[in-house]
């Protein structure tokens, strides 16, 4: 087919995925144009630094390829060619140092996205990367490319196409999942497109909502299922949000497709054996009030004894035992998940057997998906980006491959 600098492709999305590819695009001599619906790229990832970049983890590997669960099959060879350390080492090669958090979570020293955006589309720029902003792809008219632009309707074409347009999450950063009928339409298979490490409903009364909402839930442990997490999360208006529900949130949210509900229980004092607690609880209560009993006894208060109070049967607070058991064991019902819009990723999209190993669709030879555009999910971390930078440069490598004339 020729030398490569001779073919055009076009990228369209310009998140990390997106990126991505047409970095490895320009570094192969291909002339690369991305095209984005927004006014400037990397919208979604500047707003996922805002309260600190957590670019990767620096866990063992086999425990960061079990993050993706029932993904892993697919996802690891993707990160076999530019895993966690692989990604460090390119943060570090644009002028931006990292360290580990004492979670083991990977930042920028500065926390923030903005510098390493900055960093990378000089870079990009200087590679020749065209940038085609506020194009919103409209699918294809026969074998052109369709935009809705600020001048109209534009038409493109190229040898090749990159899409890497996100899942359905924060429509207004540019991810909105309209290209799922387009791909649809040419008898592309898509998984349903579903909400992944967001918040979930719950039925609180209005006294607790009204006192507690926007409050945290701190030094607790989760149970749902055969795990269990510690953290925090967040009380609501509607429900709860927050990182130990986001590390749940995949086998919660098939729960509740399933059932119609969830329950996960609760352990309000992780770090006090049921044994010495129910001793604590079964002290009269004299003249103590529930709120000072709960304080003096069980150590809760606030949120802990708001919720405690909410969601246990009155009648469960005169018998120690059943309150011990609740305070270990809190059942909390969990009833919807939020909307697409408001969770930070989506699971589903682009089927993997739909795609070769170079994560080119076989229906439609000479176009890649990348990014959260594909059939994967994973909790929050800094696992979700580093799967999307190693997808883009999957897609970018096998565009140039393809274009090459090698065999794929």
């Avoid at 500065?110 to 590679?127: H, V």
């Amino acid at each position: 087919m020729g030398e490569i600098k001779s073919h055009k492709v076009a990228v369209i999305g310009g998140g990390p995925a997106g990126l991505m590819a047409a970095e490895m695009l320009l570094s192969g001599g291909a002339r690369v144009d991305l095209f984005d619906a927004m006014p400037t790229v990397g919208r979604k990832f500047l707003m996922a630094g805002r309260g600190g970049l957590n670019i990767t983890h620096s866990e063992p590997h086999e425990a960061f390829l079990s993050r993706y669960a029932r993904h892993r099959a697919d996802v690891e060879p993707l990160l076999a060619g530019f895993g966690p350390e692989a990604l460090r080492a390119w943060v570090h090669e644009l002028g931006i140092e990292t360290f580990v958090g004492t979670s083991g979570r990977v930042f920028p020293t500065e926390m923030k996205a903005a510098p390493l955006l900055r960093a990378w589309l000089r870079r990009l720029r200087a590679a020749g990367l065209k940038l085609h902003m506020r194009h919103r792809w409209q699918g294809w008219d026969g074998q052109n490319l369709t935009f809705a632009a600020p001048v109209g309707a534009v038409t493109a074409t190229a040898d090749a196409v990159v899409l890497a347009l996100g899942g359905g999450s924060w429509p207004q950063l540019g991810s909105d999942g309209a290209w799922v009928k387009f791909l649809q339409e040419r008898d592309v298979t898509i998984a349903p497109l579903l909400p992944a490490n967001g918040g979930f409903d719950v039925a609180w009364s209005e006294h607790f909502r009204t006192k507690f909402a926007g409050q945290p839930v701190k030094t607790i442990t989760a149970r749902f299922g055969e795990s269990t997490r510690k953290g925090e999360f967040i009380v609501t208006d509607t429900g709860v949000e927050g990182g130990l529900i986001y590390t749940l949130s995949a086998p919660i949210r098939d729960e509740i497709a399933a059932k119609g509900k969830a329950v996960v229980h609760l352990d309000l004092a992780p770090t006090r054996d049921a044994k010495s607690l129910l001793q604590e609880l079964s002290r009269p209560r004299g003249k103590n009030s529930l709120a000072n009993y709960l304080r003096k006894y069980a150590g809760l208060d606030g949120v802990k004894a708001g919720m405690l109070r909410d969601l246990l049967p009155a009648a469960d607070f005169d018998s120690p035992e059943r309150l011990a058991a609740a305070i270990k064991a809190l059942p909390l019902p969990l009833i919807a998940a939020r909307p697409l819009a408001e969770v930070i990723s989506t699971a589903g999209g682009v089927k993997f057997g739909e795609l070769d190993a170079n994560l080119m669709v076989r229906a439609l030879p000479g176009v890649f998906c990348a990014g959260e555009m594909l059939d994967w999910e994973a909790p929050t971390g800094g696992y979700l980006l580093t799967a999307c930078f190693a997808s883009g440069r999957t897609a970018g490598a096998g565009a140039l491959k393809w274009l090459s004339g090698g065999n794929i």
